[in-house]
Nanobody, 124 residues
């Protein structure tokens, strides 16, 4: 069974940084495209960043451009480096994966496998 597992969330002050990690376990010799979604309280999940397994395409929400960086060190891992965090970045962050190339990277239905999520709280 394919399962993304996130780690690295926590509480940080405004202006601070956090690094989220995702490891996708389950199926050997499979290359996953990964998206980091986030869900703020009372809101729908939205894509923060996504990247192909080989790094040839990358996507960011306008709200995180210049502050967040998604990296792929291996076909089954992904990290999200988050800098200059604001309270608006607070939410549950999910790692989502698909072995296919999404037609619309921002559409969560394109992703087959989801992690349990990790809480990020930006507050003073």
């Amino acid at each position: 069974q394919v399962q993304p597992v996130e780690s690295g969330g926590g509480l940080v002050q405004p202006g601070g940084s956090l690094r989220l990690s995702c490891v996708i376990s389950g199926r050997a010799f499979t290359y996953y495209n990964v998206g980091w979604f986030r869900q703020a309280p009372g809101r729908e999940p939205e894509l923060a960043a996504a990247k192909t397994w080989n790094g040839d395409s990358v996507f960011y929400a306008d709200s995180v451009k210049g502050r967040f960086t998604i990296s792929r060190d291996a076909p089954n891992t992904a990290t999200l480096e988050m800098n200059s965090l604001t309270p608006e970045d607070t939410g549950v962050y999910y790692c989502a994966a698909t072995p296919n190339r999404p037609r619309n990277w921002y559409r969560r239905q394109e992703y087959n496998y989801w992690g349990q999520g990790t809480q990020v709280t930006v507050s003073s």
